[in-house]
């Protein structure tokens, strides 16, 4: 779909709110209130969206939550997305764990490509950051990731200045193999911003550290189609990216709508402005589904970025 020059054609659809993790940037220790079982979307309801969406232009889906793997039966979604007309590029973003135990039927089901969240290579940090995870277990996600040919492989990571001390175990990763590390800055979002705010590096900062490490050059994207910068050292493989939504606005080239897992359309990471579409989903009513997103897109403002906007839902619930 387009809003005068720009083209919105990437949904971000989160399956659940549940996390089988609880990161001191994305949840409280106690985790929050989940949806009701009743109000989370049927993966039918979420197939007949995508359905109604790709027939008015979107093209790429990305799954995601809370955790979508701890989610039944994620592979039958990915089976029904992938035969969608329209649909030419379906993506998972998780936390890996899982990952092993589904890598393989989730490709063979048609998943292209996944992000997987690792934070650090320190596994008492990470059992710390993620509040009790195995970052073992997280890295033999990656190694599932490889083996399923699930590529580009990606890995998210939120840095701070506690881990910046990491950064070359990270550019580490990038030599040898084509595996591509993002760097995402801490975003206030929700419940998380006023409990666990976590001073994240700029871009700048870090690409000046990164500069003390080699000849770093601007590398082309290695597939995708968020707003990441990439770079990468001279014979390298893999490459180095940077999410950098609070030092670098890039409101104005957003491609995204995004579903949570509740029905609820948002157009904005860090806006409340949501347009319920449960309800013609569950109707199965492919006229109002379309007319609720053209309503959703209408409303995105493509500039909205305001760090003290409080968004009522945190990350997990959201999708990030
Ligand atoms: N559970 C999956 C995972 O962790 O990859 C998918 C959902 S998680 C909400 C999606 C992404 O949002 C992760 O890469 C996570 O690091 C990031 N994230 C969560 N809270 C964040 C925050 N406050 N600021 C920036 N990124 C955040
Ligand atoms: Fe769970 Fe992902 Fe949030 Fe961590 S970032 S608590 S893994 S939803």
Not at 217 to 227: E, V
């Amino acid at each position: 779909m387009s809003r005068g020059r720009r083209i919105v054609d990437y949904l971000r659809i989160s399956v659940t709110d549940r996390c089988n993790l609880r990161c001191v940037y994305c949840m409280p220790p106690e985790g929050v209130e989940c949806i009701p079982h009743e109000s989370v979307l049927t993966y039918e309801e979420i197939a007949f969206f995508v359905r109604v969406a790709a027939d008015l232009g979107f093209s790429k889906v990305r799954l995601t939550g809370g955790e979508p793997l701890v989610r039944r039966g994620l592979s039958w979604l990915v089976r029904q997305l992938a035969v969608t007309p329209g649909i030419v590029d379906i993506s998972l973003t998780t936390n890996g764990i899982l990952l092993p135990r589904y890598a393989e039927e989730l490709k063979a089901a048609g998943l292209n490509r996944v992000n997987i969240s690792v934070d650090t290579f320190d596994p008492e940090r990470y059992r710390q950051v993620t509040r009790g995870g195995s970052l073992e277990q997280a890295l033999q996600g990656v190694e599932a990731a490889f083996a399923a040919r699930l590529t580009p492989v990606k890995i998210n990571t939120v840095l701070t200045y506690e881990t910046l001390d990491e950064l070359p175990a990270f550019v580490a990763q990038t030599r040898e193999r084509p595996l591509h590390v993002r760097f995402i800055e801490w975003m206030p979002v929700g419940g998380c911003g006023p409990t666990s705010p976590v001073d994240s590096p700029t871009r700048d900062e870090v690409i000046a550290r990164l500069s003390t490490m080699g000849r770093l050059q601007p590398a082309p994207s290695p597939g995708g189609w968020g707003p990441a910068r990439y770079f990468t050292f001279a014979g390298y493989r893999g490459t180095l990216g940077f999410i950098s939504a609070m030092s670098d606005h890039f409101c104005g080239d957003c491609n995204r709508l995004r579903l949570t897992a509740d029905g609820k359309l948002k157009n904005c990471l860090f806006s409340d402005d949501e347009v319920e579409v449960r309800e013609p989903l569950r109707e199965e009513n492919a006229q109002t589904t379309a007319k609720r997103i053209r309503e959703s897109l209408e409303r995105k403002t493509f500039n909205r970025f305001c760090v003290d906007h409080a968004n009522q839902r945190g990350m997990s619930q959201i999708g990030g």
